[in-house]
């Protein structure tokens, strides 16, 4: 079946630090990856998203890239800030089903 | 826009009590659906429906039930709450082929 492994967590960064979230996925179509971030006490956004593969997704300078070859959609920021400290998760949907497979999710904290 | 909106916020039940999680959206969506949150575990999908009338099962269906009588409205009920039914429920609505938008979750505990 399809499924998303993320990373695992919780990672702890020092601002402005260089972040890398690994997410890996299998799908027997042709996916949609997704990454979703939650800040405390809310639901779920969506942070970024790519549709096809060598797309790349990038928004609040988040980037990752659908990687077909290796099956990844790897999450980085080049210089991480106190106020992206979330759980973030990666996810899939296949080609004309909207169901989201979510990966476990990753909590990260970025200290001062 | 108010977007997704869930109610409760929060809820303590106890075994073999029933409720229903509410949750409304007004972004006229197609699709609507209801997940839990358990620690690393991430989303599972409890009931999706496409559309008014359409209802259909996810990975985690067991103990819920679930009805779509308008485009707004996804009702979740838990006929008989079990501990296991522990968890933090999330519900999200999107039109075919983008993005979900979810509600801030019910956050609910079964003693």
């Known amino acids: 079946g399809d499924s998303v492994t993320q990373m695992e967590g919780p990672v702890t960064l020092s601002e402005e630090a260089f972040l890398t979230i690994n997410c890996t996925y299998t799908?027997?179509?042709?996916?949609?990856l997704f990454w979703y971030v939650q800040y405390p006490g809310e639901g779920l956004q969506l942070l970024l998203k790519a549709t096809k593969a060598d797309d790349k997704g990038s928004n609040k300078g988040f980037e990752a890239t659908y990687r077909k070859e290796t099956t990844s959609f790897h999450l980085e920021k080049g210089s991480v800030q106190v106020s992206d400290s979330a759980v973030y998760f990666c996810?899939?949907?296949?080609?004309?089903?909207?169901?989201?497979?979510f990966g476990q999710g990753t909590r990260l904290t970025i200290n001062p | 826009n108010a977007g997704v909106t869930q109610t409760p916020k929060f809820q303590v039940l106890k075994t073999g009590q029933s409720m229903t999680l509410q949750c409304a959206q007004d972004m006229n969506h197609e699709y609507m659906s209801w997940y839990r949150q358990d620690p690393g575990m991430g989303l599972r999908l409890i009931h999706y429906?496409?559309?008014?009338?359409?209802?259909d099962q996810g990975e985690v269906p067991n103990g819920y039930n679930v009805s779509r009588s308008t485009t707004e409205d996804f009702p979740l009920r838990l006929l008989s709450a079990a501990p296991s039914q522990t968890s933090v429920y999330f519900c999200?609505?999107?039109?075919?082929?983008?993005?979900?938008?979810f509600g801030q979750g019910t956050r609910l505990t079964v003693v």
């Open positions: 799908a027997t179509g042709y996916p949609s």
């Open positions: 429906s496409v559309g008014a009338g359409i209802t």
């Open positions: 996810a899939l949907t296949i080609q004309g089903a909207q169901k989201l497979v």
């Open positions: 999200a609505s999107s039109f075919m082929n983008t993005e979900a938008f």
